[in-house]
């Protein structure tokens, strides 16, 4: 157990290293942090706090750095959050304030206006959707040979993609492969309707419309994709940034993780709580050795729950990064839910 002398000058170590981005000397202590300890004394704590495990001595300098074991303890013991600065606040409540006509555009905007508010890498996930009833299946045609797919659920959620048609296949099959996506699936939950995809249509494709089957396999795996949560990323290049001289070979590897939606799902698991922290090999993963994540979930009554991250140097200023997150959760749950309300006008 730390004493409360310990206590302090840990707390003063990582508050004036965030904020510097440089190591601590007993000196730094004393000018900038006005603890009332000879200098000394503060050594002395110093030392003891870098045998326990709290703080670590750098290579090229006299001065002591955070251990992930340090910053551990002050997220789970000594961290109070700050109050969100006016002009970020007016910034969020802003960008959430124009129109979006589809849930997409609030997710992708989310992630992009959190990495600038924060000049970090963040990451947004919408409310899940596996449990939305497919409402909607049209097929529009645009030209001769190529047509538009047009997806609706019951929650709002709105998919199109264009499609090439093959020149194989005769136009009865494709009007039946229409009727039989619209019996078969229009009606069911996207859980229901992926079973189907997977099980009854391939079937009944080959059965009824056969010269359909290769446009019916693109649209089943449209269905599947559309169904699925898509997680988007905000500032990848703000890395580059924070990476502390991590090298070329290492950079390429997280950011080609950063456009893996396996492995951002992977990374992004649900907070126990409402915020969660994890710290440096507490990601379980070596590439993020040197890295911080702060996930927040944000609950949108009746639609399910979505997720907001942000990555970071495990020497960002928590305090001020995980009060940011609080408030933008909040103001992106809002916005989701007017989303949702406006669809059902």
Same mark, same amino acid.
């Given at each position: 157990?730390?004493?409360?002398?310990?206590?302090?000058?840990?707390?003063?170590?990582?508050f004036?290293?965030?904020?510097?981005? +440089?190591?601590?000397g007993?000196?730094?202590?004393?000018?900038e942090?006005?603890?009332?300890?000879?200098s000394?004394?503060?050594?002395?704590?110093?030392?003891?706090?870098?045998?326990l495990?709290?703080?670590?001595?750098?290579?090229?300098?006299?001065?002591?750095?955070?251990?992930?074991?340090?910053y551990?303890?002050?997220?789970?013991?000594?961290?109070?959050?700050?109050?969100?600065?006016?002009?970020?606040?007016?910034?969020?409540?802003?960008?959430?304030?124009?129109?979006?006509?589809?849930?997409?555009?609030?997710?992708?905007?989310?992630?992009?206006?959190?990495?600038?508010?924060?000049?970090?890498t963040?990451?947004?996930?919408?409310p899940?959707l596996k449990?939305?009833?497919?409402?909607?299946?049209?097929?529009?045609?645009?030209?001769?040979?190529?047509?538009?797919?047009?997806?609706v659920?019951?929650?709002?959620?709105?998919?199109?993609?264009?499609?090439?048609?093959?020149?194989?296949?005769?136009?009865k099959?494709?009007?039946?492969?229409?009727?039989?996506?619209?019996?078969?699936?229009?009606?069911?939950?996207?859980?229901?309707?992926?079973?189907k995809?997977? +099980?009854?249509?391939?079937?009944l494709?080959?059965?009824?419309?056969?010269?359909?089957?290769?446009?019916?396999?693109?649209?089943d795996?449209?269905?599947?994709?559309?169904?699925?949560?898509?997680?988007?990323?905000?500032?990848?290049?703000?890395?580059?940034?924070?990476?502390?001289?991590?090298n070329?070979?290492?950079?390429?590897?997280?950011?080609?993780?950063?456009?893996?939606?396996?492995?951002?799902?992977?990374?992004?698991?649900?907070?126990?709580?409402?915020?969660?922290?994890k710290?440096?090999?507490?990601?379980?993963?070596?590439?993020?050795?040197?890295?911080?994540?702060?996930?927040?979930?944000?609950?949108?009554?009746?639609y399910?729950?979505?997720?907001?991250?942000?990555?970071?140097? +495990?020497?960002?200023?928590?305090?001020?990064?995980i009060?940011?997150?609080?408030?933008?959760?909040?103001?992106?749950?809002?916005?989701?839910?007017?989303?949702?309300?406006?669809?059902?006008?």
């Open positions: 157990m730390l004493t409360e002398r310990q206590i302090l000058i840990l707390k003063s170590i990582i004036l290293y965030t904020n510097y981005g +440089t190591p601590i007993s000196k730094t202590l004393m000018n942090a006005g603890l009332s300890y000879s000394a004394t503060i050594r002395n704590e110093m030392v003891r706090l870098e045998v495990g709290f703080i670590e001595k750098t290579h090229s300098s006299s001065g002591r750095i955070p251990s992930i074991k340090g551990r303890f002050y997220v789970d013991h000594l961290l109070h959050p700050i109050e969100v600065q006016q002009k970020d606040l007016i910034t969020i409540k802003k960008s959430f304030s124009n129109e979006y006509h589809q849930l997409d555009e609030i997710v992708i905007q989310s992630a992009e206006l959190l990495s600038q508010l924060t000049s970090y963040a990451i947004s996930l919408g899940e449990d939305s009833r497919l409402t909607g299946f049209r097929l529009v045609p645009l030209t001769e040979n190529k047509v538009m797919v047009i997806l659920t019951d929650k709002g959620h709105v998919e199109n993609q264009m499609f090439s048609l093959p020149k194989t296949i005769q136009p099959d494709l009007e039946k492969m229409v009727t039989i996506f619209n019996e078969r699936l229009v009606g069911h939950t996207l859980i229901e309707v992926f079973k995809l997977e +099980t009854e249509i391939p079937a494709i080959n059965k009824y419309a056969k010269s359909a089957v290769g446009i019916s396999s693109a649209l795996t449209f269905i599947l994709q559309a169904g699925r949560d898509q997680i988007h990323v905000g500032g990848r290049m703000n890395m580059l940034d924070y990476s502390n001289g991590m070329v070979e290492k950079f390429k590897l997280i950011y080609s993780l950063m456009e893996d939606q396996h492995d951002l799902a992977h990374l992004l698991t649900p907070p126990q709580s409402g915020i969660e922290v710290i440096g090999q507490e990601l379980d993963d070596e590439r993020f050795e040197g890295f911080s994540l702060i996930t927040a979930s944000y609950n949108v009554v009746g399910g729950t979505g997720m907001i991250a942000l990555l970071g140097p +495990t020497s960002m200023p928590y305090s001020k990064m009060s940011l997150v609080d408030v933008f959760r909040n103001e992106l749950s809002k916005k989701v839910i007017d989303y949702y309300h406006s669809m059902e006008d």
